[in-house]
């Protein structure tokens, strides 16, 4: 599911996100980001630079993640809903 931007100004920008068991999106370069994830999921983060990532993100929890280079896939049995407020 395409991710639904919420706000956006000159500062942030607010979107929600979906992401179906085994859906992934594409390569992408990514500012720092808080995240809040209404389910718990299992996720997949496969960096530019080879590095692979894979996380169990708790229903509930806030996260902060540093500006990145790469895609990310659902490998969970669950949908990944979470809120990302990104900085500009």
């Given amino acids: 599911m395409e ?3 919420l ?3 000159e500062k942030v920008r607010v979107i929600r996100h979906v992401v179906r068991p085994g859906e992934r999106n594409e390569l992408q370069e990514r500012n ?3 995240q809040y994830f209404f389910t718990s999921c299992f996720i997949r983060y ?3 630079d080879g590095r ?3 996380i169990k993100h708790e ?3 806030v996260y902060f993640r540093k500006a990145d ?3 990310r896939e659902n490998i969970g049995e669950t949908e990944n809903e ?3 407020v990104i900085f500009k």
């Fill in 32 to 34: 720092d980001r808080v």
């Fill in 69 to 71: 280079h790469m895609w």
């Fill in 52 to 54: 692979v990532e894979e």
């Fill in 59 to 61: 229903a509930g929890k």
């Fill in 3 to 5: 991710p639904t931007v």
């Fill in 46 to 48: 496969n960096h530019l």
């Fill in 82 to 84: 979470h809120l990302a």
């Fill in 7 to 9: 706000f956006e100004n």
